[in-house]
């Protein structure tokens, strides 16, 4: 029997396995409540208020780990076509506007080169730390004066809430699987007293329209669940923290193929993402200087590529870790299967849609995110493509 959808009415919470979950159907469920899968269900009872949701979430709350986090939380243009500024812009004001309490802290970005180039100046001009960035190794700077710093998590939990306050439901706890024919199968886990993961009930729930957004899993899910082949991919991400001060005037540098995020009186270091990583690979740590180290061989390698022209990389101001589970990591999809992948999503059986964020959900999260609720909608028209 599918829920009866009251236009005003909020939705559901089911958080642990001591509430009864009623096995009902529903219109739409989506996979995965990181900023991505919290983003769609907002906007699609936003589009379709009649249309009953359900919001699905391995974790005990919305977007409890994994990329949503992890990711920089950097807003800016540099590196994204400017065919899609539209989106990155209409995504921009939803962020700095007041709905969802978001703290959108505007903060320059600064693309540091070796050599001169079109809209390039000098970065001495710049006041940056020379302890921090090496500026005669890398004399001239690209700026962005409009971009801005956020944390993604907190995008995830104010459009959760505000789905539920819409009239979504939202399943915590649970591990969802695709059973084909518009069914979903769903797995209630709870913790034992030696913290063991276990299932402890499982319900089969079917939906006329389902959103996988599950991040990095969400292309496997499809693969080995649906037997579809995708074109996407996924690699491991880690962001050591750089214990050096900064303040809520220190801008973003991007040098030597990494960006130093500055947050919490400090920097989070993000590399960039290279390549894909293969199917079984499991992160491990390396050696710096033939001491172990939680850092994995590919972040070792940005790091002592960096070393020249990132000064405070080779100091104690960065935090090595003895083992991988000490320095932050995560899963990041790459749509198309390509690190340039932008956010994209895509059909990929009759009533099933693939959402995918990448290395640059940051700037266009919020716009795929709609641009998938408004295809589901039957909605022609995207806010962005208004006169302006």
């Known amino acids: 029997m599918q829920r009866p959808v009251p236009d005003s009415a909020p939705g559901q919470v089911w958080a642990h396995t001591g509430q009864s979950f009623p096995a009902q159907d529903y219109d739409v469920v989506v996979l995965g409540a990181g900023r991505m899968g919290t983003a769609c269900a907002l906007f699609l009872r936003q589009l379709v ?13 919305p977007n409890e780990d994994g990329a949503t986090l992890l990711s920089p939380g950097v807003w800016t243009t540099l590196d994204v076509p400017e065919s899609r500024w539209p989106e990155a812009h209409w995504t921009r004001t939803q962020l700095s506007a007041d709905t969802w309490d978001i703290t959108f802290q505007p903060r320059p970005v600064v693309d540091l080169h070796a050599t001169a180039g079109e809209a390039r100046i000098p970065s ?49 706890n649970t591990r969802a699987h695709l059973g084909g024919d518009g069914r979903v199968v769903l797995e209630r886990l709870t913790v034992t007293n030696t913290h063991q993961i276990v299932v402890h009930e499982t319900h089969h ?112 101001a960065l935090e090595s870790g003895r083992s991988v589970s000490d320095v932050p990591g995560a899963w990041f999809a790459l749509p198309g299967g390509t690190p340039a992948g932008l956010p994209q999503h895509e059909q990929v059986a009759p009533g099933v849609h693939l959402l995918l964020g990448g290395p640059h959900a940051d700037t266009l999260g919020l716009s795929t995110a709609y641009d998938l609720a408004a295809t589901i909608a039957g909605v022609a028209e995207r806010p962005w493509d208004r006169p302006r």
């Open 205 to 316: 729930v079917r939906a006329g329209t389902i959103v996988v957004a599950l991040g990095a899993h969400g292309s496997h899910a499809a693969e080995h669940d649906l037997g579809t082949h995708t074109a996407h991919a996924r690699a491991y991400r880690q962001a050591p923290r750089v214990n050096w001060p900064s303040t809520d005037a220190s801008p973003v540098l991007r040098a030597g193929g990494v960006t130093l995020r500055p947050q919490h009186g400090g920097y989070v270091l993000v590399p960039a993402i290279h390549h894909r990583d293969p199917a079984g690979y499991v992160p491990t740590g390396g050696r710096l200087t033939g001491v172990p180290t939680g850092l994995r061989r590919e972040t070792l390698e940005d790091l002592v590529a960096a070393l020249d022209v990132l000064p405070v990389l080779g100091t104690e």
């Open 49 to 61: 208020p009649t249309r009953s949701l359900l919001l699905v979430e391995e974790g005990g709350l």
């Open 124 to 172: 001495r001009d710049l006041t940056l730390d020379p302890e921090v960035v090496d500026v005669a190794a890398l004399p001239w700077a690209t700026v962005d004066t409009r971009a801005a710093t956020y944390r993604p998590g907190a995008v995830a939990l104010a459009t959760a809430q505000a789905a539920i306050r819409a009239g979504a439901d939202l399943l915590l």
